[in-house]
């Protein structure tokens, strides 16, 4: 199983980036799926959460109305489109998929699957 993100870089503030995460070995649609970011020295938080088919759909309040968490189950990949960034959003971002959130309810650190992470710096 491989999730792997892309799509990380520079941008200014205000500017937009979108993120990928393409998925082998699973197929995301039987998952829950998340974005999660992590900055030096402080814990990995979760930035948007896919609960599935309920649709629930969770944003962290600082990127609500900036950042749109979707899937494409043809191209089994998920996506994170994040605009009018700012530079608190300068994090390595994380997707993540698990198939015991829905039951829980939530999207949780414990993550069965991971990507690697993606570097996005978002500065002047």
């Known amino acids: 199983v491989q999730l792997q993100a892309s799509g990380g870089g520079l941008a200014q503030p205000g500017g937009s980036l979108k993120l990928s995460c393409a998925a082998s070995g699973i197929s995301l649609d039987d998952y829950a799926v998340a974005w999660f970011r992590q900055v030096p020295g402080k814990q990995r938080e979760v930035v948007s959460c896919f609960l599935g088919s309920s649709g629930a759909t969770r944003y962290l309040n600082s990127v609500k109305g900036r950042f749109t968490i979707s899937r494409d189950n043809a191209k089994n990949t998920l996506y994170l489109q994040m605009n009018n960034l700012k530079p608190e959003d300068t994090a390595v971002y994380f997707c993540?998929?698990?198939?015991?959130?829905?039951?829980?309810?939530?999207?949780?650190?414990?993550?069965?699957?991971w990507g690697q992470g993606t570097q996005v710096t978002v500065s002047s």
């Open positions: 993540a998929a698990d198939s015991s959130w829905p039951l829980m309810g939530r999207c949780t650190i414990q993550a069965q699957y």
